[in-house]
């Protein structure tokens, strides 16, 4: 009967500690929420250059290192190689929606949305845009931003890059491998 006790005490001492093992690791997940991205595993890398002037340098990273049309989860990070004022990034937003055919008032609200999230960006800055189960959000490296509300706006901003009828169809080659 004592064995049969003590069996019990360590039984519900290992399920308390693996409890707590696990309140731990969502907290410690939760604080982190910005930076899981960067365990994923490149997709690709692409450069965008305008003359012989280099403006970012991007990369798409997935949790398996494979892109499909479907992805749930992924990670659009954009170093910038020179320094770029918010408004310029609005306005080149704007014009590649409307290449990919994006309405005018549906782009004219979602850049009244990017207009509150995005700064300006210096030369060295990373913007990411983080897509998973819970939504989308964009940080500056490790930073917050804000969150994107509309699963529609979220894929077409990746459409920008990702989409078949995207301005910068190499670009899109080398970002889906």
């Known amino acids: ?21 696990m309140i731990l690791l969502l907290a410690v997940t939760s604080a982190n929420a910005g930076s899981y991205w960067q365990i994923w595993k ?20 997935t949790p398996d290192g494979t892109y499909n049309l479907d992805q749930q989860e992924m990670a659009l990070v954009i170093r910038y190689r020179r320094d770029i004022d918010k408004e310029d990034l609005l306005e080149a937003t704007d014009k590649q929606w409307a290449h990919l055919g994006v309405d005018r008032s549906m782009r004219q609200q979602w850049l009244g949305q990017l207009s509150l999230i995005w700064p300006d960006v210096k030369k060295g ?11 989308a959000a ?13 699963e529609e706006m979220a894929k077409a901003f990746l459409g920008i890059w990702l989409d078949p009828k995207t301005a910068y169809p190499e670009i899109r080659s080398q970002l889906i491998g």
């Open 1 to 21: 009967m004592i064995s049969y006790q003590r069996m019990k005490k360590s039984r519900a001492s290992t399920l308390l500690t693996a409890l707590v093992s």
């Open 42 to 61: 490149t997709v690709g890398r692409a450069e965008l250059s305008w003359g012989f002037w280099v403006i970012y340098d991007s990369e798409l990273r």
């Open 125 to 135: 800055d990373r913007l990411i845009f983080v897509l998973n189960e819970q939504g």
């Open 138 to 150: 964009f940080y500056q490296d490790q930073r917050l931003l804000g969150a994107v509300e509309s």
